[in-house]
């Protein structure tokens, strides 16, 4: 995670994660470290497989569609809350974390 600064709301900072800019809490964050900050995975589930509970259609370009029961990896948070960074057959976009399940 690169900070790039508050946000202008107290506890928020603007940071860039996987290339992605946008703002983060800071109690998200672990503090630095030698590779610098990152994310506090107690609060987010990264790296993970879900699992679609029913079907999506993209409203914009960035985002991923998918069918009910299709397996989505996640790679991280997405900048807009209730998002995550995902890969969907070879693509990488958002998706909306409320039509999804842990696997």
């Known amino acids: 995670i690169g900070l790039l600064g508050p946000a202008g709301d107290e506890g928020w900072f603007r940071a860039v ?9 800071h109690n998200y964050l672990s503090p630095p470290g030698e590779n610098g900050l990152r994310l506090n995975t107690a609060h987010l589930r990264v790296a993970a497989i879900w ?28 900048v807009d809350p209730g998002w995550f960074r995902a890969v969907i057959d070879g693509r990488e976009g958002v998706v909306p974390y409320n039509f999804m399940q842990e696997a």
Not at 17 to 25: E, K, L, M, T
């Open 17 to 25: 994660i996987n290339g992605a800019q946008g703002i983060v809490p």
């Open 51 to 78: 699992t679609a509970i029913q079907s999506y259609t993209p409203t914009r370009r960035d985002e991923l569609p998918f069918q009910k029961g299709q397996q989505i990896s996640i790679i991280s948070p997405a």
